[in-house]
């Protein structure tokens, strides 16, 4: 346990100096500030119009950080040849695969909090303070994120860097379009679609579940049980997907 | 002497290319390193070293072959406590002092290091002045002494290098191979791949010499160094007591140009076997340029 919390500390502590992160957090800054202009421009609104355009570019701030360095995590660490470094010491890969999931979702824990904190500020700027509905939206984001941070871990063991970018981009996409999916099957006779809507239904979580932004902006409250059970049900998903990850990982052979 | 590591017919295929087909990268190689000695691990580029590190760290599984480190099979728990390793080139974490560094390999091989003594493994590797600057801030030949240092930061009793003087300037590479003799003398065994036959010619006890995946030889360098030289030399005085030196191939023909130049009235000064350099022995056994 203790390696693998060394792990997940250096991993912090290395990527929160990547400029991929600064980089996204200056475009989160700047759009949010345009959206409190853009927001002051409509005639009625203009809290709630902020807030939603504030979260939805949070949403995405995170989900494409996560995505980005969760796909190189481990490749990253092959090329550069720090793996070696760190397996040959008394250091399962399996304890390697949980610590940099664990480095990287705290980082990502730390943003959504940096982002969150940014847009309480917004409101309490623009009149408002929801401070409880902004911090349970990020909360779900930063779940959903840790759940395509285990994807992405899965899909870089037998994937290049961008080809699990661009799978994290469409699982992100399916995940948020199940709905849409499942009317589709249902008006369409089709027997492949079924099929398709059935597959990725068991292989892939719903991310709507975790997606509470329009419920906090139309003022709906969220119990804590409610939300207990949508953190344990993200964590069964992240669970499989890193026990998967974990098991390929052991499997491979670690070539630069 | 007792062999720390035994190594019995490895053998790895790798599957390479858009389609992937196999490349044999080892086949059946075999050889022992001996506790306590310097074993120099030669070939040129792609001769299979890095592969067979590779597979004897568990990074690259084996398609057949066994192993054993401290006479028990694989590389487990027990063997990576015992065992350091530095890979050729590596990257470390650039925001981490060289002390913090060092602290956090010592955590991670489940040591806990007191200030003083991971300041003493900086100064192992002369590096205590540079114990607070970033990684970042290193040039390459402190890098290749701090990763040294973290692969001795558990004390190992083997210690497994890949090309530890590769891209070093002369002064980096004396720097290095002085520590390595340090660290040998303390009785630490090393094992360390290089395609520098100068410096493996002058550090190492035994040699492993591979080419093609193949091991070719595996054993003394000093006995390699002479039996792969079939010359005398002679060096005698004539009747006149001038000097001369002559080699002659085979023993034989030394003995009997010996008993010439006896029969002449000249005195034999010293007989010796040429030793030949590494470089000529690594082109004989693998078939290069001579």
């Known amino acids: 346990m203790k390696a693998l919390l060394l792990i997940a500390s250096v991993t912090f502590k290395e990527l929160i100096r990547e400029k991929t992160l600064h980089g996204l957090l200056v475009v989160f800054l700047l759009i949010s500030i345009f959206s409190l202009i853009l927001g002051q421009l409509s005639f009625a609104e203009q809290v709630r119009m902020s807030l939603d355009f504030g979260l939805s570019v949070m949403h995405l701030s995170v989900v494409g950080l996560s995505l980005i360095l969760g796909a190189q995590l481990v490749q990253r660490e092959i090329d550069r040849k720090t793996i070696f470094t760190l397996l040959v010491k008394p250091l399962q ?26 847009l309480v500020l917004s409101m309490r700027y623009l009149g408002q303070f929801y401070w409880r509905e902004i911090f349970t939206t990020g909360f779900g984001q930063w779940i959903e994120c840790s759940i395509l941070i285990a994807v992405v871990l899965f899909l870089s063991q037998f994937l290049k860097p961008p ?3 661009f799978c994290g981009v469409a699982l992100f ?9 499942r009317f589709l099957t249902q008006k369409n006779p089709d027997a492949g679609l079924k099929i398709l809507h059935d597959v990725l239904t068991f292989v892939f979580p719903n991310l709507e579940i975790w997606n509470w932004k329009g419920m906090v902006i139309y003022g709906e409250f969220l119990s804590p049980l409610h939300l207990a059970a949508a953190f344990g049900q993200g964590l ?21 | 002497m007792e062999d720390i590591l035994t190594v019995d017919k490895l053998t790895k295929t790798y599957r390479r290319g858009f389609i992937p087909k196999p490349v044999l990268a080892l086949k059946e190689a075999s050889f022992a390193v001996k506790k306590g000695r310097i074993t120099g691990f030669i070939g040129a580029n792609g001769a299979g070293k890095t592969t067979t590190i590779r597979c004897l760290l568990n990074f690259t599984h084996l398609d057949s072959g066994r192993f054993f480190f401290f006479g028990t099979p694989g590389f487990g728990s027990e063997a990576r406590k015992r065992v350091g390793y530095l890979p050729e080139h590596p990257h470390f974490y650039g925001f981490l002092s060289g002390f913090e560094f060092l602290k956090f390999y010592a955590q991670l091989s489940g040591k806990k290091k007191q200030a003083s003594e991971i300041m003493d493994a900086l100064e192992a590797v002369r590096l205590k002045e540079a114990a607070d600057r970033p990684l970042s801030a290193y040039s390459k030949g402190m890098l290749q002494r701090v990763g040294l240092a973290q692969a001795m930061i558990h004390k190992p009793e083997l210690l497994i290098l890949d090309e530890p003087m590769s891209g070093l300037d002369p002064d980096g590479r004396r720097l290095v191979r002085n520590i390595l003799l340090e660290v040998a003398q303390r009785g630490v065994t090393l094992f360390f791949s ?16 591979m080419a093609q995946g193949k091991v070719v030889y595996a054993g003394s360098l000093e006995k390699v160094l002479l039996q792969s030289s079939g010359q005398h030399l ?19 023909k030394a003995n009997h140009r010996i008993r010439e130049i006896l029969a002449s009235g000249g005195r034999i000064v010293e007989v010796s076997r040429s030793r030949r350099r590494l470089e000529d022995v690594f082109s004989q056994w693998t078939g290069g340029p001579s």
């Open chain 1, 93 to 118: 890969r399996t304890q390697y695969i949980f610590g940099k999931f664990l480095g990287l979702s705290a980082l990502i824990f730390f943003t959504t909090f940096l982002c969150t904190l940014f």
């Open chain 1, 163 to 165: 080809v699990t970018i």
């Open chain 1, 173 to 181: 996409l399916i995940g948020h379009w199940f709905e849409t999916l």
């Open chain 1, 236 to 256: 069964l998903w992240m669970g499989a997907y890193l026990f998967l990850a974990a098991l390929l990982m052991e499997r491979r052979d670690l070539i630069a």
């Open chain 2, 194 to 209: 290089t395609h520098l036959l100068d410096d493996a010619e002058n550090l190492c006890d035994d040699i492993v010499l």
């Open chain 2, 234 to 252: 002679l060096r005698f005085e004539d009747e006149a007591h001038a000097l001369h030196q002559e080699e002659v191939a085979g023993l034989d």
